[in-house]
């Protein structure tokens, strides 16, 4: 039997323990009053500041019975510091909080003058007429480093041609324990171009966080006239009153440029049909660089031939030229009139030039002469005809 009243008790016990409600948890530094349901709360109840600086924390009240007034108080700050709730603008003590609709309260934490560096543990009190709420707060207060940037880039050095964009990817950080806004600035040759891209955007400032890193697309472009060399280009990160330094270098090997042309700058000539014709031809080199095994071809008329002596330049250093003759030779039925003939030099390793010259095809004069003399034998046949028959 007393087995029996001691399992009634103790399902007793059990159920009284399950019809208690269970505490509400907090959220993020947030406490919640049973009875109204009052909560204060912020979402950042932890702060790191430094040492001599104000904290300010953002306060949120919310209620979910009617409106109510709610008075604001520290339960607990350490000695010397100072708190103020500023709301509107304007330094308060309540806030009036209405149903599902937060307030919004601002907490000025003042350390005294002889502040050390540790961590410090407040509360916050909000109490109406029937409930109240307390937020436990922490700063923890230390001696922040200085503004101080680090630029690093991962090739310092690239080679290519004048008409490559040089591209160096670099990595700048905030190594401070303040939020910088950084201008980028580079000190560079003349003739050259230099862009600073984040994400493939460009920039020309960014803001960069304490003790944070961005990498950057550091873009460099030489103007096509640029000679070849080797060409340093100084890249600085300014942000209050830090600075950091970059040294790249742009290694310039040059690049041949060529253009096809005629002695007299006239792309044009005369040829004979069926009759082999020389055309001189200039490949001249502007670039910056020897052209190397440049190789002459064209594009003719069906029927037509094109030949080249010499068929390949072994060379044309940069400024020069090179005079090719061009054995153009029409096809043996090809009527009188203009046909193009596209003449090419390709260089090795490099980019090919050509030119369209004009060529008037003439008939032959031999048969021009046949024709003559058949139309004379022709007359004549016919006037030695009148003269004898014409007698008659």
């Given at each position: 039997m007393r087995r029996l009243w001691r399992g009634v008790a103790l399902l007793t016990l059990m159920l009284l323990a399950l019809s208690v409600p269970a505490p509400v948890m907090a959220q993020a530094g947030q406490q919640t009053s049973d009875v109204s349901g009052l909560t204060v709360f912020t979402s950042y109840p932890s702060q790191v500041i430094a040492l001599g600086?104000?904290?300010?924390?953002?306060?949120?009240?919310?209620?979910?019975?009617?409106?109510?007034?709610?008075?604001?108080?520290?339960?607990?700050?350490?000695?010397?510091?100072?708190?103020?709730?500023?709301?509107?603008?304007?330094?308060i003590k309540a806030v009036y909080v209405e149903p599902e609709n937060e307030a919004s309260v601002t907490l000025k934490l003042e350390p005294p003058a002889d502040e050390a560096s540790g961590t410090y543990q407040f509360v916050v009190l909000a109490r109406s007429e029937n409930a109240e709420a307390e937020l436990p707060l922490e700063l923890t207060v230390q001696e922040k480093l200085p503004p101080s940037l680090a630029f690093n880039v991962d090739l310092p050095t690239l080679k290519g041609k004048p008409s490559s964009t040089f591209r160096y990817s670099a990595t700048l950080k905030n190594e401070g324990d303040e939020d910088l806004s950084v201008n980028l600035l580079a000190d560079a040759p003349q003739?050259?171009?230099?862009?600073?891209?984040?994400?493939?955007?460009?920039?020309?400032?960014l803001p960069l966080e304490a003790n944070r890193s961005k990498r950057l697309s550091i873009e460099v472009r030489p103007f096509a006239e640029v000679a070849a060399g080797t060409y340093?280009?100084?890249?600085?990160?300014?942000?209050?009153?830090?600075?950091?330094?970059?040294?790249?270098?742009?290694?310039?090997?040059?690049?041949?440029d060529l253009t096809v042309t005629a002695p007299d700058g006239r792309l044009s000539g005369r040829a004979y049909a069926g009759d082999e014709t020389p055309l001189k031809v200039i490949v001249r080199n502007t670039g910056?660089?020897?052209?190397?095994?440049?190789?002459?071809s064209a594009?003719?008329?069906?029927?037509?031939?094109?030949?080249?002596e010499p068929k390949q330049i072994d060379e044309i250093p940069a400024g020069e030229q090179?005079?090719?003759?061009?054995?153009?030779?029409?096809?043996?039925?090809a009527l009188a009139g203009d046909y193009i003939v596209t003449v090419?030099?390709?260089?090795?390793?490099?980019?090919?030039?050509?030119?369209?010259?004009?060529?008037?095809?003439?008939?032959?004069?031999?048969w021009g002469v046949v024709g003559v003399a058949l139309i004379a034998v022709a007359v004549g046949v016919v006037a030695l005809a009148v003269l004898r028959f014409g007698r008659r």
């Open positions: 600086e104000t904290a300010s924390i953002g306060l949120k009240l919310r209620t979910g019975t009617g409106p109510q007034v709610v008075q604001l108080t520290m339960k607990q700050i350490p000695e010397g510091w100072k708190a103020t709730f500023r709301g509107g603008g304007k330094i003739g050259f171009t230099v862009t600073f891209k984040l994400s493939g955007q460009e920039v020309t400032s340093p280009i100084t890249v600085r990160a300014q942000g209050d009153n830090a600075e950091a330094t970059l040294s790249l270098t742009a290694e310039v090997t040059g690049e041949p910056s660089a020897p052209a190397r095994a440049v190789k002459m594009s003719e008329p069906a029927g037509w031939s094109v030949e080249f090179v005079e090719v003759t061009a054995k153009i030779r029409p096809a043996d039925k090419r030099a390709h260089p090795e390793n490099s980019t090919s030039a050509s030119a369209e010259f004009r060529i008037t095809v003439l008939t032959s004069t031999l």
